[in-house]
């Protein structure tokens, strides 16, 4: 026989797995974001914009990045060849913190054969042009250099292959 008090324990315990079950079958949704998750976020994304301007003044500064102007100069073109350049994804350009747009150095390397490099960006469609940049200056395993170097030998087809199998990941 069970005394009054294991049997007040005994109820509370199946009305405690009867809540549990019923949570359990019945979830609720929790909420993605927190007060403290969106601020932390908005932290992160205001440290990012500024390490982001950062190194693109560095490039800049640094001449990794050339202006319309210095591109043009070196190469002996025109702002139209350029903007057509780009208009048609052969060449690509960064925003900088002016609001102009700049150009990576390694385009005006003799060594560099536009037409190839510009297949070669027509490939890569329309990624951002960060993406673009590290595709061109990171080594790639199946290149086993980076795709400017491969261009630079002569490699358009490896560079082409690679490009497709970057552009689609």
């Not at 050339?66 to 057509?84: F, R």
Request: aromatic share 8%; proline share 5%; charged share 25%.
């Amino acid at each position: 026989m069970w005394t009054d008090e294991e049997l007040k324990r005994a109820e509370e315990e199946d009305r405690t797995l009867q809540r549990l079950l019923d949570d359990a079958s019945n979830p609720q949704p929790r909420p993605m974001s927190t007060p403290a998750s969106i601020a932390a976020g908005n932290a992160a994304m205001a440290d990012w914009e500024v390490r982001a301007a950062e190194t693109m003044a560095r490039r800049i500064e640094s001449k990794e990045l050339l202006s319309a102007g210095e591109l043009c100069s070196s190469l002996g073109i025109t702002q139209a060849a350029i903007d057509e350049a780009v208009a048609t994804n052969r060449l690509f350009a960064f925003v900088g913190p002016d609001g102009e747009n700049y150009y990576p150095a390694f385009y005006a390397d003799a060594n560099l054969d536009k037409v190839a490099f510009g297949t070669v960006a027509q490939e890569l469609r329309n990624l951002p042009a960060a993406s673009k940049y590290h595709f061109f200056m990171s080594k790639r395993t199946n290149l086993s250099q980076t795709p400017l170097e491969a261009l630079k030998r002569g490699g358009v087809a490896e560079v082409l292959q690679a490009a497709a199998g970057f552009e689609n990941t």
